[in-house]
């Protein structure tokens, strides 16, 4: 009497048939269009991290330099005064009374307009 086999499995060559070499030529077509567009997504989200760690490092810089120099650049409300015994046209801050700019007069500043509505 023969003994009954015991059965086991083992990873053997098999060749592949015309229909699986076609299925696996189109999921491989699948998946290579999957990595494309994986990859495109990548570099546009790669892109835009990017041009935030730009836009931070921007920021970061101009602070810095501010911070370090002790001050930075404002529109200020200025009044120009024309001093005509100086002969001199004067910007001063409103906000602090302080001269930042002082020059001659030109010609044209120098004319004062006659007040004719009296006469």
């Known amino acids: 009497m023969s003994e009954t086999p015991t059965r086991t499995k083992r990873a053997l060559r098999c060749n592949l048939k015309d229909e ?4 696996l030529g189109q999921r ?24 935030e760690i730009e836009a931070h490092r921007a920021t970061i810089n101009a602070l810095s330099r ?4 002790g001050y930075d650049y404002r529109d200020v409300d200025c009044d120009i005064i024309l001093n005509f015994e100086s002969n001199a046209v004067m910007l001063v801050r409103v906000d602090t009374g302080e001269v930042v700019e002082s020059r001659a007069m030109s010609a044209e500043e120098r004319q004062r307009e006659l007040d004719l509505k009296g006469t």
């Open 28 to 51: 491989l077509a699948r998946e290579q269009q999957n990595l494309a567009q994986t990859e495109d997504r990548k570099a546009e989200v790669a892109s835009t991290i990017k041009a």
């Open 66 to 69: 501010t911070l370090n120099n």
């Open 20 to 23: 699986e070499r076609l299925e």
